[in-house]
């Protein structure tokens, strides 16, 4: 059964089991659209300028007109919010309702715009680390935009399950990309390094602010391309995203990670973070 929170729906506010759109919608038949996701904590939106600009360029890459102003999207989005939780913002824009299944863009159309509000789940295995698995990326060339097209992304998330690990750590010719759905990090010779920003992977906003929180707090850092043979040696791995947060990697195809437990620099970074987090919200 559906919970029935309220959604946001083209202009309106509904039940979620009354929020209905057309078979005929693009996203449903050509995954035609792209989405965000915004943490917010304590009913603020946490970087929420940040998201937006990332969701101009989703859109421009795929042609499609913002249908809001930043302060428009900041009223559609309040009354979704509950000051009490911890919370996500799912906010999804496809290129609308088509009279035809044509693969060419339709002329005069409207986009569809939906949003809903979700608390976030503690994740499990947070503090005592997970375990993932690499395996070749499979996605396409346009990984920068947020398109809700994640075919490529769930079955490489379940495939890791399938081998008993909770992330996919992705690899395209010989350097380590991205998470199934995060950003990753490895600690190399005391380094904290990510893979720079480009069509290969999502730029992430909760690795955005680690970067910035690294930069404030003199921790070497670098955006850096990592090949599978370093990531396999590095002393600490993470993954990152707006809903996880920075989770350790303990183990990786089934080795540990250093010692198997999550690292120190780990530790400090997660500090600081949920400091920052509070200093906004
Ligand atoms: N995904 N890379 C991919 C492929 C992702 O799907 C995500 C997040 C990230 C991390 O981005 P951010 O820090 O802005 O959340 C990186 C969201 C959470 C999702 O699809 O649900």
Known sequence: MLENKTVYLNGQYLPLNEAKISVMDRGFLFGDGVYEVIPAYHGRLFYLRQHLERLDNSLAAIRLANPHTREQWQAILAPLLDAGQNQYIYLQITRGVAVKRDHAFPENIQPTVFAMCSNIMPFAG????????????????????????????????????????????????????????????????GVL????????????????????????NHIACREEAISLAQFKSAEEIWVTSSTREIIPVVELDGQPVADGKPGPLWQNMDQLFQAYKQSLS
Not at 172 to 184: F, L, P, W
Not at 193 to 216: C, F, M, N, S, Y
Request: proline share 3%.
């Open 193 to 216: 390094l990510t893979p720079p920003k480009g069509h290969d992977i999502l730029p992430g906003i909760t690795r955005d602010v680690i970067l910035e929180i690294a930069q404030t």
């Open 126 to 189: 947070r503090d005592a680390g997970i375990k993932a698995v690499t395996m070749d990326d499979s996605r396409w060339k346009l990984c920068n935009a947020k398109a809700i097209t994640l075919l490529a992304n769930i079955l490489h998330r379940q495939e890791a399950l399938d081998q008993g690990s909770a992330e996919a750590i992705l690899v395209r010719d010989g350097y380590v990309t991205e998470g199934a759905a995060s950003n990753v990090f490895a600690v190399i010779d």
